[in-house]
């Protein structure tokens, strides 16, 4: 049975490997068919995402999350939260505001990540 406790303890698992370019914790989150989908409309599977991590081309430098809500249904978990991201690609560092959904299924009893997707938020 899947907790609260439990997805928010894997997502915060999951931004410490982006932080941390854990690649491999990252692979292991990732689900075989995980989608992100980034506030510019983009899709990336899996394997693009990993690509993208390890050539260096997005480095996570921060990620803070802020108003979390998980909803469960069965072995499906929710969480939605508002985060703030510092990140750069090729030395240029970018900020960013975002609400985001994570989609978290529970196979052979652990979470894996299937689905990540936000949206740029104002800042106040």
């Known amino acids: 049975m899947i907790t609260t406790q439990d997805v928010v303890r894997t ?15 990252l692979s292991k989150l990732y689900a075989d068919d995980y ?17 993208d991590l390890q050539a260096g081309g997005l480095i996570f430098t921060s990620i803070e999350i802020a108003n979390v809500k998980v909803r469960i249904y069965g072995q499906t978990a929710l969480l939605t939260a508002d985060s703030r991201t510092v990140t750069s690609r090729s ?23 299937v689905h990540f997707q936000s949206v740029s938020l104002p800042e106040k």
């Open 35 to 51: 989608m992100l989908v980034r506030p510019d409309g983009s899709v990336w599977s899996k394997q693009e995402v990993l690509r």
């Open 91 to 113: 030395g240029k560092e970018a900020r960013a505001h975002i609400g985001l959904v994570a989609v978290y299924v529970a196979e052979g009893g652990v979470l894996r990540l």
């Open 11 to 25: 997502h915060t698992e999951f931004n410490r490997a982006l932080t941390a370019r854990d690649f491999d914790a």
